[in-house]
């Protein structure tokens, strides 16, 4: 894709000038080789040049129906390009996996609010792919990936969305008939957010109580058809719809659902894991938590999503602060760029080191998975407990800290960051809204508590650790004693490790208190605040000991110049989190006030190295115009023609004259009161 063509701002250029490393090998990182950054580019120029998308309009202004069906209309025009380019490419399932992962880009900027579709391709298939037999996989993955039903993941129901092991739509067996028949016994049982549910899709995977011979066995999975495979008519006992106007995602068509004696075929009960044999018998599975993968991946998945939303935030916010000049430091000097405002530099740096260790954690998670799943193919289920942990604790770290930092991005641009097209604002509708969907970010933070609650008892035991908490044996190796502080990375690595792990005794001893005279329920649930900080700080722990793992195999592979850049952004994600957490810190490690001074210095000093490399970083994340869709992070740095030419574009200055003066403001101003 190429960039604006347009003259650049002076301001940017004098700033693309002096960087002082190879921005394309930066970029080749980022995507994982120079043959993706090809390919990734290659695709989205397939897609973003077809004129049939009809890019022009901003759908921002179109009413919530009309939003709706352009985005249908656009996604389509992807699909079938989709398949056309799948084919081309050699059909294989690598190609389609390669095109999926940049459209996840490229599908942004063609529907900001959000893809009616994206269920289908994601959780639905995915469940499929993962939670089937052979003979259900014959049958219904060639239907998904040629599109001929498309479908979502119905879980959430109004009553209940975190626990889940109180759903209460039915699905009850007969094995005279063998179907089950599915109902929604309470109005809280309706399933409530699925989305693309609404009007989009005609099936969907269903969690359901399952029923079988008198008794309940849990929730299960269920493939249901919702709608006629011609007519898209609900079907009989099927009552659905959308759910209405939300802060974002208001393309995306979450939908309501609800059943009235639904019948669905033995076949559609998901049997790779519990199984239902044909006379009403239930086999449990291994684990009953292997019904909850889907969620799993998708934690996964959220982290380079995260790492994305903060790249692109910062590339907007960077930019514009190369261009935008406000208030001059000294008052008889022209007026700066904002970037030199010190206060500029720690909004907006800190975020672009987390776009790029989140981006470390999302390799080292996806690696971890697949290692942790193929185990779980051959019957070991022993790391599932880990990996759920580790990703329910980094889904909710990353995306608390990627809509924090999105919404620091929006300040950093002042007033026109306000602006729809400063391109903030979906950014964030996304980022808070990843806060929620796949596991409220509290909820996910008290189930990687209770990995780490478990696992303190097991050293205090003597026992063995897994890797990632390792940390705790040193906690109580120190018998009390602070960890003595020292100011290199892996000092402040050793610091939050210590802040982690000293939380966690806090939690623990509160809940050992507190078991005296309560439940062990009741006393977890006191401690509730102490565990989130925990498994918070732990999230932390995590992303520095890999940042730092990760970056010191990079940088004995790239050229020495990038080297010095990835030490500088480790360096700042670093200290910016210590100097975050110096409350917690300092309850633990032997730190002085000239330590705190110290390092408050060193962010100085780290800020003025970042000054020249900044701008390379950000461009190197190389999202091309069409798809940072900002006004004021567009490549060129032409922020004012931009604002202005996207202004004149508001319908209201279609013409002169709006007709309300005529019908309303004329006569009342005529009126005298
Ligand atoms: C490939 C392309 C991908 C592209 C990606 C695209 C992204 C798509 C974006 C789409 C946009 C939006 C989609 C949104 C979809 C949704 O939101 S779907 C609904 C999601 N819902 C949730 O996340 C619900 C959250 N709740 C839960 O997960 C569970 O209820 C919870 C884990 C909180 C508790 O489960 P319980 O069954 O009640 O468990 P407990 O009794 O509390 O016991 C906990 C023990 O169970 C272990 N556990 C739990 N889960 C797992 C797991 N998954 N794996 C392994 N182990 C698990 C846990 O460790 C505890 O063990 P212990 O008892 O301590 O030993
Ligand atoms: C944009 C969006 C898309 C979604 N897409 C889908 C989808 O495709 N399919 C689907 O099935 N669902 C979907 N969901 C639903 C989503 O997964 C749930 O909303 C989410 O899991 C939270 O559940 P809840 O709404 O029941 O919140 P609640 O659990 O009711 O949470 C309310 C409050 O209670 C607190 N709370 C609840 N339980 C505990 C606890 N054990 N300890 C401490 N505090 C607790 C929470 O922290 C929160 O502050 C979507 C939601 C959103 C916002």
Not at 102 to 108: P, V
Not at 182 to 211: E, F
Not at 398 to 405: F, G, H, L, V, W
Request: overall charge neutral; hydrophobic content about 40%; aromatic content about 10%.
């Amino acid at each position: 894709m190429s960039k604006n063509l347009s003259i650049v701002n002076k301001d940017l250029k004098e700033e693309r000038d002096k960087i002082n490393f190879n921005v394309e090998e930066f970029t080749n990182w980022f995507y994982g080789g120079a043959e993706k950054v090809k390919e990734k580019k290659y695709i989205e120029n397939y897609f973003l040049s077809d004129k049939d998308l009809n890019l022009e309009l901003d759908t921002s202004y179109l009413s919530y129906k009309d939003k709706y069906e352009e985005a249908v209309r656009r996604s389509i025009v992807v699909y079938k390009k989709l398949y056309k380019l799948h084919n081309e490419m050699g059909g294989t399932h690598e190609d389609f996996v390669k095109i999926m992962e940049n459209l996840r880009f490229t599908m942004g900027a063609i529907n900001p609010e959000g893809n009616p579709f994206v269920l289908h391709f994601s959780m639905f298939a995915l469940t499929i792919m993962n939670m089937t037999n052979d003979e259900q996989k014959a049958e219904w993955l060639p239907r998904i990936f040629n599109c001929n039903i498309l479908g979502t993941y119905a879980q959430t129901e109004l009553g209940h969305g975190t626990y889940i092991q109180r759903l209460e739509t039915t699905a009850t067996y007969d094995p005279k008939t063998k179907e089950f028949t599915l109902n929604s016994p309470t109005l809280t049982s309706y399933k409530w957010w699925p989305g693309n549910l609404g009007h989009t899709v005609d099936h969907a995977i269903v969690m359901a109580q399952l029923y079988s011979q008198g008794k309940c066995h849990g929730i299960q999975p269920f493939i249901v058809q919702l709608r006629d495979s011609e007519t898209h008519k609900p079907l009989p006992g099927i009552d659905i719809g959308d759910i209405g106007n939300k802060v974002g995602f208001q393309t995306v068509n979450n939908g309501f659902l609800g059943f009235k004696n639904v019948k669905v075929p033995y076949k559609n009960m998901l049997m790779k894991n519990s199984k239902l044999l044909e006379d009403g018998t239930f086999i449990k599975p291994k684990n009953a938590k292997l019904n909850y993968g889907t969620m799993v991946i998708i934690r996964v998945h959220m982290i380079i999503d995260a790492a994305c939303r903060i790249a692109k935030a910062t590339t907007i916010a960077l930019r514009y602060s190369l261009v935008r000049r406000q208030s001059p430091i000294n008052p008889n000097e022209i007026e700066p760029k904002i970037i030199e405002h010190i206060t500029q530099q720690n909004k907006i740096f800190p975020g672009i080191a987390k776009a790029v260790v989140f981006k470390c954690m999302a390799d080292y998670l996806t690696k971890l998975h697949l290692s942790i799943t193929q185990e779980g193919n051959t019957g070991n289920l022993a790391r599932m407990p880990e990996l759920h942990a580790l990703s329910c604790c980094l889904k909710a770290v990353c995306t608390n800290e990627d809509a924090k930092t999105v919404e620091v991005c929006r300040l950093s641009c002042g007033g026109h960051g306000f602006l729809r097209s400063a391109g903030l604002d979906d950014v964030y509708r996304n980022s808070t809204a990843a806060q929620t969907y796949e596991g409220e970010n509290t909820v996910m933070l008290l189930q990687a508590a209770r990995f780490l609650i478990k696992s303190f008892n097991e050293a205090r035991n003597g026992g063995s650790l897994t890797e990632g908490v390792k940390y705790l044996f040193d906690f109580i190796g120190r018998n009390g004693k602070r960890e003595i502080f020292d100011n290199s990375i892996n000092g402040i690595l050793r610091a939050i490790q210590a802040a982690a792990a000293g939380r966690t005794y806090i939690a623990w001893k509160h809940i050992e208190d507190d078991k005296r005279h309560n439940s062990i329920e009741v006393a977890t649930n006191l401690a509730g605040v102490h565990l989130t900080k925990a498994a918070e700080l732990h999230g932390y722990v995590c992303l520095l000991q890999v940042g730092i793992e990760e970056i010191e195999k990079i940088i004995r592979n790239v050229s020495p110049a990038l080297g010095l850049v990835f030490k500088n952004i480790l360096e700042l994600f670093a200290v910016d989190l210590i100097l975050n957490k110096i409350g917690d810190v300092i309850q633990h490690v032997d730190i002085s006030n000239e330590d705190i001074e110290k390092l408050e210095k060193q962010m100085e000093t780290l800020f003025k190295f970042f000054r020249t490399s900044a701008i390379g970083v950000v461009d190197g994340f190389d999202f091309s115009d069409p798809i940072i869709d900002s006004t004021l992070g567009s490549y060129d740095g032409n922020v004012y023609e931009n604002l202005i030419n996207a202004a004149r574009k508001s319908p209201l200055n279609q013409e002169d004259v709006n007709r309300t003066f005529h019908l309303y403001i004329k006569p009342f101003m005529k009126s005298n009161l």
